[in-house]
Each structure stands twice: as C-alpha cells, then as structure tokens.
T-cell receptor, first 115, second 112 residues
Framework: DVKVTQSSRYLVKRTGEKVFLECVQDMDHENMFWYRQDPGLGLRLIYFSYDVKMKEKGDIPEGYSVSREKKERFSLILESASTNQTSMYLC??????????????FGPGTRLLVL | GNSVTQMEGPVTLSEEAFLTINCTYTATGYPSLFWYVQYPGEGLQLLLKATKADDKGSNKGFEATYRKETTSFHLEKGSVQVSDSAVYFCALGRHNAGKSTFGDGTTLTVKP
C-alpha cells in the first residue's frame, strides 16, 4: 500500500515564525502536491512538483514556498506565518500516468494553528 | 478552465436510505473523474474513479457513471450505513496536466 506521511498532525506556531511542513511518500511517485483545506472552501492547491527540484504554483501560492530535493520528500515552507494561514494542510502524491491522471494518495493532514 | 460543482451539504440521512450526491464538471478534452472520501480526522482516499465516457466506477456499494452528454458524475449508494458518514469530494484530472481539480466537498451524516 502507498503510504504518505506528514511530520506532524497538530502544530501551533506564532505569527512571524518560519514553519516547515514535511511530507514523505514511499512509492516512488513522480508527482507531489500540497493543499490547504478550509471549511466551505474545499481543497485548494498551493504548490505541486512533478520531479525532483521541479515545482509549479497552484491556485494559492502566496505566502508559501516549497522544496523537493529528493523524490520521496516534499516540504512546504511558510516563510513568516500569519493567522490567515491557520488551516488543515494535506500532502498528496501520484504516479505520472501514461493513460490518464492517476489517483492521488493523501497523507493524514497537519492541522496548523497560528497565534 | 476546469471546474467541479458539487451538491451543497450537509446531507443527513437515516441508515438504509438511498444516497445521491450530484457532481457536474467543466473541462476541455477528456478528463478522468474521481470520488474521494475523507473520514473524520483523516486525509482523503480514493473511493472510485472512471477514465472515459460511460465508464462506471464502483466500490463499497457506491457507484458513479461518467456521463459526457450531461458532464456529470453523480455518486449513488442504495443503502447507506452509519460508517459512511464522511466528507465526499468529486474531482477531475486531465491527462498530461498532472494536477486534479476538486469540488468543495459534501458532508454526509448517517443517523441510526
């Protein structure tokens, strides 16, 4: 079974802190994604990566950056956390499908509270 | 661009009731369509998918048929259980685009 793990389930940070959210997948997937999930807004894509050191902006990249130095690991960075970044953060990975878009496999999520 | 519109929730049903959650989409080309489910406190997981028109995806008693003529992928289950209480997301993905577009999610609560 594919396993996607996230470094923390719950995190509390202060405004202005630099925050790192880590995601690791164990199935050699090419694609990795970071989403945030907020009530009434569904899932919104922050960034995604289709290969090591490659990244593309999603729908809401402002205030975030990412890093993918190894294929299995995709990090989300909040350079200076703000209260409006309080949210549930979900990481996902997928194969690069030849016949169509492949299923995404999600981690359990990190609930971040910025005070 | 691509978009997915889901039936607004929350939806509350009694056990053994029939479930329909509507999903319509807008996309160019021939997207793949997915239903994901999120149980309380967990991430999303794939429930079922369909990759071409008229395909039917099915899993755990849930079904959805890819209808190109109505651009829809409605989720159905004949008899829901309390354990089906969760948030359901409809999603589409286009070949060579990598990423998927998700609906806003529909919260289902099933009461005994």
């Amino acid at each position: 079974d594919v396993k996607v793990t996230q470094s923390s389930r719950y995190l509390v940070k202060r405004t202005g802190e630099k925050v790192f959210l880590e995601c690791v997948q164990d199935m050699d997937h090419e694609n990795m994604f970071w989403y945030r999930q907020d009530p009434g807004l569904g899932l919104r894509l922050i960034y995604f990566s289709y290969d090591v050191k490659m990244k593309e902006k999603g729908d809401i990249p402002e205030g975030y950056s990412v890093s993918r130095e190894k294929k299995e690991r995709f990090s989300l960075i909040l350079e200076s956390a703000s209260t409006n970044q309080t949210s549930m953060y979900l990481c996902a990975s997928s194969l690069e499908g030849l016949a169509g878009v492949e299923t995404q496999y999600f981690g359990p999520g990190t609930r971040l509270l910025v005070l | 661009g691509n978009s997915v519109t889901q039936m607004e929730g929350p939806v509350t049903l009694s056990e053994e009731a029939f479930l329909t959650i509507n999903c319509t989409y807008t996309a160019t080309g021939y997207p793949s369509l997915f239903w994901y489910v999120q149980y309380p406190g967990e991430g999303l997981q794939l429930l079922l998918k369909a990759t071409k028109a008229d395909d039917k995806g099915s899993n755990k008693g849930f079904e959805a048929t890819y209808r190109k003529e109505t651009t829809s992928f409605h989720l159905e289950k004949g008899s829901v259980q309390v354990s089906d209480s969760a948030v359901y997301f409809c999603a589409l993905g286009r070949h060579n685009a990598g990423k998927s577009t998700f609906g806003d999610g529909t919260t289902l609560t099933v009461k005994p």
